[in-house]
């Protein structure tokens, strides 16, 4: 009986293991959809912001973000892209952005998934999704600091009149 139980308990720590690294890629395959999705419908801001901010989030010309839309890509699928490009380019520094997304792009179009792309590449989803949501978030917040902006212009704050002069104490 012992030996029946030991043997259920090492398969049931076997299939734990084996399967723990498929439901992470899953989740990652999940969280990274739920991610490319959020940033497609968003539609707070105007293309010519949403190219502004993932030039500046990832330090490439507008004409390489314009370029990708041109192509048909969504909103989300380009973030995740250029994220994807800096993970690779971090990872071989002599890989400059643009050829790794270059290179992103090509398996793309050949129909591989992100999962497969990260695998391949030998990086993992997590940290991508993570500067995909962080690209998302710095959109958000231009476009609050526009809408602030343009609601108060060169906002200043009033001049509050000092307290007036205390007449000095004898002895201090």
Request: glycine residues 6%; without cysteine.
């Amino acid at each position: 009986m012992d030996r029946k139980r030991s043997f259920f308990w090492l398969n049931a720590v076997f299939i734990l293991v084996l399967g723990a690294p498929l439901h992470a890629a899953d989740l990652d395959d999940d969280n990274v959809a739920a991610e490319q999705h959020a940033i497609d419908k968003d539609t707070s801001l105007t293309d010519a912001q949403k190219t502004d901010a993932l030039t500046k989030q990832f330090n490439v010309p507008s004409s390489s973000v314009q370029d990708l839309r041109s192509k048909g890509q969504g909103w989300g699928e380009i973030t995740i892209g250029l994220a994807s490009a800096q993970k690779l380019s971090s990872m071989d520094p002599k890989t400059p952005l643009l050829d790794a997304l270059t290179k992103i792009e090509a398996m793309r179009a050949s129909g591989e998934g992100w999962g497969k792309i990260a695998r391949d590449l030998g990086f993992k989803l997590g940290p991508v999704v993570s500067e995909a949501h962080h690209a998302r978030r710095d959109m958000n917040k231009s476009l609050h600091a526009e809408k602030i902006e343009h609601e108060h212009p060169h906002h200043e704050r009033p001049e509050h009149p000092g307290h007036p002069d205390r007449p000095e104490r004898p002895g201090h």
